[in-house]
């Protein structure tokens, strides 16, 4: 009889088998959706602006619509996975979410559509954590980086296919459909999730924390909401700003004092006794608030100083997404291996460099370098944010895994966030500064025809408007750079999986 050596069953368990790989089919599915459609709308929003006749400010909040849901229905997945299944979640969440596009598609007027997109957002919350649970749990603790790899292939396609679907379609067809592709998709991904996704046998449910939900929910979609008011008001001394942002904060206050005092509240705040979640959470906060608001502008950059159409432009962000596609897959093979500190620190380094090249940007600078630039970015995102989000998860016992994982979600949405929010209020304020650079921009989304604009007077613009994405990406950039800090303490060796301790240590409980 051949005995099999540990180091061989290692290795053998290290493997995704055919199960999880439908799963993680399912899931993938299911999370592409909902980051396709953040990718989609961003580069659709000058034509809103046409088509609704409505200042940039009023279209943005399709956007902040989306993510204010997100940040009030995220807070409850940890719990009501727990409670009903995540099976019976993650399809409650893509008939809201299909159903928020249907209706999206329909809207009449900008009003209507902000309100659709909000109801989109509480479907598509639900999506990322639940995957994330459901992934973990299926595929069980010693392959967690792998996981986490798997999970990434929605970030990379969003940055590639997002632009480029959402140009295709508003140039080829109409706007609507940015939309309404959801509806087969989101069938497809419906039907797959009831017959593969297994069955559920939701825990002995701890009692809902409705205090804590009516603290927490409000308090992060406020906060956020005075946030994303930022730029519209170009201060954060506006009273538009600061009132709703201190209540939220006071609220999310609140909720910290509520839950440490509560057996089982919403969120458990003693997930933070893990240090490597700790650390985790301090390096994803930083690094979405300097990464995550940096990318959304690359549209803006190419759409509104070089000129190029919707398609144009998505094509023109796909190295990225390239990028990332070479890096991710060996990152999350190589966490498990030797822990993600060593990788995330590379990755920092490699974003540095490559957002480097657009703090020189120009109104002329060279395609070539800036497809470069974004392609070493894309290096860097693969080594950096699954890894992150492995050395939180793989601290988690199987039963904080669904709190865990909300809890990530809730870190990287609200930091995103704010880097959105600050680094739109950078470029803007000083767009505004420059009568120039608001005439030129004003040329490129439609508002004015470029024949009644002085040619000196759009050269000027366009020099200035580019000046000024120069600048914010170097805020980025520094930003960036700051995420070395926290990096350095991520583990730089194998993690000791709490859930694998946890399994390993019940055959010898005594009763």
């Not at 979410?97 to 249907?102: I, L, P, T």
Request: charged share 10%; with cysteine.
């Amino acid at each position: 009889m051949t005995l099999t050596t540990g180091s061989d069953a290692g290795s053998e368990s290290d493997k995704l088998d055919r199960g999880v790989l439908k799963v993680a089919g399912v899931v993938v599915l299911g999370a592409i959706m909902s980051i396709l459609d953040v990718t989609v709308v961003s580069v659709a929003l000058p034509t809103f602006q046409r088509e609704f006749d409505a200042s940039y400010a009023t279209v943005a909040w399709t956007m902040t619509a989306y993510t204010l849901a997100l940040a009030t229905v995220i807070p409850v997945t940890g719990w009501a996975a727990d409670r009903f299944g995540t099976k019976r979640l993650y399809l409650t969440s893509l008939v809201l979410f299909v159903a928020g596009s249907v209706l999206c598609s329909m809207a009449w007027d900008i009003g209507p559509l902000i309100v659709f997109r909000a109801l989109q957002g509480l479907g598509g919350g639900m999506l990322m954590p639940l995957g994330m649970t459901i992934m973990t749990r299926a595929a069980g603790p010693q392959r967690i980086g792998r996981v986490m790899a798997v999970l990434g292939v929605p970030m990379l396609l969003g940055p590639i296919a997002g632009p480029i679907l959402g140009g295709w379609l508003i140039e080829s067809v109409t706007w609507h459909w940015i939309f309404l592709i959801n509806l087969p998709v989101g069938l497809i991904a419906f039907l797959a999730a009831l017959r593969i996704l297994p069955k559920d046998r939701p825990e002995p449910s701890e009692s809902f924390d409705f205090v804590g939900m009516l603290l927490l929910s409000p308090g992060l979609a406020l906060f956020l909401y005075g946030v994303s008011s930022i730029p519209d008001a170009g201060t954060v001394a506006a009273a538009k700003v600061l009132i709703p942002s201190i209540i939220g904060l006071v609220l999310v206050i609140a909720f910290v004092f509520h839950a440490l005092g509560k057996e089982h509240p919403l969120i458990h705040l003693g997930l933070f006794k893990s240090r490597s979640l700790t650390i985790a959470v301090v390096t994803m906060t930083l690094f979405s608030v300097a990464f995550m608001g940096a990318m959304l502008l690359l549209p803006s950059y190419f759409l509104q100083v070089r000129g190029e159409g919707t398609l144009s432009t998505g094509l023109l962000l796909a190295p990225q997404g390239l990028g990332a596609m070479l890096t991710m897959p060996v990152a999350g093979r190589l966490t498990d291996k030797i822990g993600p500190g060593k990788l995330v620190l590379g990755g920092i380094v490699i974003i540095a460099v490559g957002m480097s090249v657009f703090t020189q940007v120009a109104a002329d600078s060279s395609y070539v370098l800036l497809l470069g630039g974004l392609f070493v970015l894309g290096l860097g995102m693969g080594m950096t944010m699954m890894p992150i989000m492995s050395s939180a998860m793989a601290s988690l016992t199987h039963h904080q895994v669904a709190r865990g994982s909300t809890l990530m979600n809730i870190v990287q949405q609200t930091a995103g966030s704010i880097g959105t929010a600050v680094m739109s209020v950078i470029l803007t304020n000083q767009v505004l500064d420059s009568q120039a650079a608001t005439t030129y921009s004003a040329v490129t989304q439609g508002r004015v025809a470029a024949e009644q604009v002085p040619p000196e007077v759009l050269s000027q613009g366009q020099a200035a408007l580019s000046n000024a994405f120069g600048t914010t990406y170097t805020v980025a950039l520094v930003l960036v750079v700051l995420c070395i800090v926290p990096a350095l303490f991520l583990p730089r060796r194998k993690i000791e999986n709490a859930a694998e301790q946890e399994e390993a240590a019940v055959p010898i409980v005594m009763h």
